[in-house]
Nanobody, 117 residues
Framework: QVQLVESGGGLVQAGGSLSLSCAVF????????MGWFRQAPGKEREIVAS???????SYSDSVKGRFTISRDNAKNIVYLQMNSLKPEDTAVYYC????WGRGYEYWGQGTQVTVSS
């Protein structure tokens, strides 16, 4: 029903910036909430940022003020702008979709972000 394809990961030095993109294919008319998650080696997957259909956003404390989630509805793309990156931001970043308010049911394949010190 929905396919999510992330891009934009890579290697960056601490203090640098990266922008991740998540292209959404399929049932794009239903999109209660979109989110970005990350999973570092040996750690559980954690929520980074959420964007509701209303435009409301939320961020984890660890990224608040540094990361921004946004969307381009015409292009069906959700973005994660990451500034002032830190080595502890190193992780695989995943885009996820919650179409009907039942929780995140659709996931992308992930994109690696590596921040060197």
């Amino acid at each position: 029903q929905v396919q999510l394809v992330e891009s934009g990961g890579g290697l960056v030095q601490a203090g640098g910036s990266l922008s991740l993109s998540c292209a959404v294919f399929g049932r794009t008319s239903e999109r209660f909430r979109m989110g970005w998650f990350r999973q570092a080696p040996g750690k559980e997957r954690e929520i980074v940022a959420s964007l509701w259909n209303s435009g409301l956003t939320s961020y984890s404390d660890s990224v608040k003020g540094r990361f921004t989630i946004s969307r381009d509805n015409a292009k069906n793309i959700v973005y994660l702008q990451m500034n002032s990156l830190k080595p502890e931001d190193t992780a695989v970043y995943y885009c996820a979709a919650d179409l009907w308010g039942r929780g995140y049911e659709y996931w992308g394949q992930g994109t690696q972000v590596t921040v060197s010190s």
